[in-house]
């Protein structure tokens, strides 16, 4: 089958989902599929204000039509909620193609830790887009509840998985630094709370493994801690499995990819017990799960680190990605597309109307 995946998140960013589609994709082509994926780096685009990691594709509606046109996809996804993705799914109603979406990032958090948008706005955006689909991909069993509570009615489950073979445990002695270690790893960005982490009292040594636009900060006021800035593949690997636990501060991820990273290196999780992290790690089995983060950091000392490397490895990437294409839906282009969005677009109408007058609780607290 021919599938087109259409993402604003893609290399050289550093991030869950820019693996996790990398990841998929490589997979679908492993099972026979021709994969076409649309990225920023296929039309001119400009940095991201407050973070030029992400890049913003310009005006790419006519050039997504013709890469639509050009491959003719026998099913069609769109990843992200950004100028990419908009411009797909503008050409999809307009064509009548079907096509299905996932849920990455808590986009209404994100924004209300940068800006005072009200969370109510943002989740109006966020159904309005992906109600459109015919099946809005989420990764775990918490954020399908989460979004169904806001009103979002077409969920189905996308797990993720982990490179097990290159995640795996390294000798300890990697890292010559005062033990315990404890390592964050991922983007340094406001939304990941690093700050709590930083702050947590710890006898031993913190190491932050990532770059973003919060790094001057943090290094400047937390001379006590290591940043190693961007690790990648076994790199990345030997510098998390040499770590005694990892600490995961974000109260925002959808999932947090890199905690299967960490337990298939055999390194135990402490974080909050909110979405994500609850999904993913099995609270005094392969990590801890705390109110209170130190307290967590503490208890994962004593986790076993077999057992951590046990639960990853049931978590391969094959099983994630035919999850992925099962959900997946053929492209049908009606005969009549004007027709189509014309009734699609009235639809689309109606439902914003009773979406603002509903008394449904899981409308009306937006």
């Known amino acids: 089958m021919k599938i087109m995946i259409v993402t604003d998140a893609w290399f050289p960013q550093t991030n869950g989902v820019v693996s996790t589609l990398a990841q998929t994709a490589a997979w679908l082509g492993r099972f026979g599929h021709e994969v076409r994926i649309i990225t920023p780096r296929d039309f001119h685009s400009v940095a ?4 030029p990691e992400i890049r913003l594709s310009l005006l790419p509606y006519k050039k997504m039509k013709r890469s639509i046109l050009a491959f003719s996809p026998q099913a069609l996804h769109i990843a992200t909620e950004g100028p990419l993705g908009l411009s797909a799914r503008r050409y999809c109603l307009r064509s009548g193609m079907r096509f299905t979406t996932s849920y990455h990032t808590q986009f209404p958090q994100y924004l209300r830790a940068r800006f005072p948008i009200p969370l109510g706005a943002s989740f109006r955006a966020m159904r309005w887009f992906h109600r459109a689909a015919v099946r809005c991909m989420v990764s775990t ?19 993720r998985g982990v490179d097990t073979e290159t995640f795996k445990p390294y000798p300890k002695d990697f890292l010559s630094m005062p ?25 031993g040594s913190k190491i932050v493994i990532g770059d973003g636009p919060e790094r001057a900060r943090l290094e400047k006021q937390y001379p006590h801690a290591t940043f190693i800035g961007y690790r990648f593949g076994e790199d990345l690997a030997m510098h998390l499995a040499a770590a005694d636990i990892m600490v995961f501060p974000s109260r925002t991820d959808t999932f947090g990819l890199v905690n299967l990273e960490a337990m298939a290196c ?9 979405t994500g992290p609850i999904d993913v790690i099995e609270d ?18 004593d986790i076993d680190p077999n057992a951590c490397r046990e639960r990853a490895l049931k978590s391969g990437w094959d099983v994630c990605s035919r999850e992925f294409e099962s959900n997946l839906e053929r492209c049908e282009i009606p005969a009549q597309p004007k027709l189509i969005l ?15 007058s509903s ?6 607290r937006l």
């Not at 991201?48 to 973070?51: G, I, Q, S």
């Not at 954020?143 to 996308?158: I, K, M, P, S, Y």
């Not at 055999?266 to 909110?274: D, E």
């Open 342 to 356: 014309a009734s699609r677009l009235v639809r689309e109408s109606a439902l914003d109307s009773a979406s603002s």
């Open 284 to 301: 005094g089995v392969t990590g801890a799960l705390d109110v209170n983060l130190a307290a967590a950091a503490r208890r994962a000392l």
């Open 48 to 51: 991201c204000p407050t973070y």
């Open 179 to 203: 033990r315990p270690i404890a390592a964050y790893v991922g983007r340094v960005a406001v939304e990941k709370n690093i700050d709590v982490f930083l702050k947590m009292p710890w006898t």
């Open 359 to 364: 008394t449904r609780p899981s409308r009306t």
């Open 266 to 274: 055999g390194v135990p999780v402490a974080a909050y017990p909110v």
């Open 141 to 159: 069993a918490s954020v399908r509840h989460d979004l169904a509570a806001q009103g979002f009615e077409n969920l189905a489950t996308w797990r």
